[in-house]
């Protein structure tokens, strides 16, 4: 049966469009290859033209050049028309991978509303909102525990606060005098009190007095030879 009817061929599948680019591409390469080779005849056409004297050769020269001329406008032509077509392969090519990332966007949207759906179920708005409120009421507490811990004893009304300042600076200044190696007991006052001043007593008198001077009562002196007889 085989060889009668023959063997039903596969069928290829149908060119992707980078499949189609890569071709296009690549007949591109070969128009640009022909046209650097008819760039290069040119040139020498021209330089032929130059050095040739005006008659039939350089006629003839320029009638090969116009030749070569009319093949590289029809190349370019063709070049045109695939750059066209390259860049038409490009625009769907663009469109195509779009549509490709909306869908996989899409089934990543899908996935995830269904992930959150099914995390909703398990979530309650309503103990969230419980629990904060019990956070707050405990920092609360917490607060007041703190503030209570570090509130400072006021100081009775029986104390004179300036009395206690005066203490401290007479603790301080003892301290002071320690330091030095006496003990405050043992050192002298710093100003003894003027008894003559504190009685409003005459001055003493001094061993520089006349014979006929006065002493501390207003009383004539006696002289000391009149003391040894």
């Known amino acids: 049966m085989k060889r009668v009817f023959g063997v039903k061929k596969d069928k290829e599948p149908p060119p992707s469009i980078q499949d189609a680019s890569d071709r296009i591409n ?19 056409y021209k330089e032929q033209i130059k050095k040739t004297r005006p008659g039939p050769a350089q006629e003839a020269i320029k009638a090969r050049a116009m030749r070569v001329l009319k093949q590289k406008r029809m190349y370019e032509g063709q070049r045109d028309m695939l750059y066209n077509q390259t860049f038409n ?81 007479a603790l301080e200044a003892d301290m002071g005098s320690e330091a030095d190696g006496i003990p405050s007991y043992l050192q002298p006052d710093k100003e003894e009190p003027d008894l003559d001043t504190e009685f409003n007593l005459p001055a003493a008198p001094t061993g520089n007095t006349t014979a006929q001077g006065e002493d501390e009562h207003g009383l004539p002196t006696v002289p000391r030879a009149s003391l040894r007889s």
């Not at 070969?30 to 008819?38: A, G, H, M, P, T």
Request: avoid cysteine; hydrophobic fraction near 35%; charge should be negative.
């Open 26 to 44: 690549k007949r591109g390469d070969n128009v640009e290859e022909k046209l650097k080779k008819l760039d290069a005849e040119l040139s020498r």
């Open 89 to 169: 392969l490009d625009q769907v090519a663009f469109a195509s991978e779009g549509l490709k990332d909306a869908q996989q966007t899409m089934s990543a949207l899908k996935s995830a509303n269904k992930e959150l759906k099914g995390m909703m179920k398990t979530v309650n708005i309503q103990d969230i909102d419980n629990l904060q409120d019990e956070m707050m009421d405990m920092m609360d507490v917490s607060n007041e525990i703190q503030e209570t811990l570090g509130r400072s004893y006021n100081v009775p009304d029986y104390i004179d606060e300036e009395e206690l300042m005066g203490e401290l600076d």
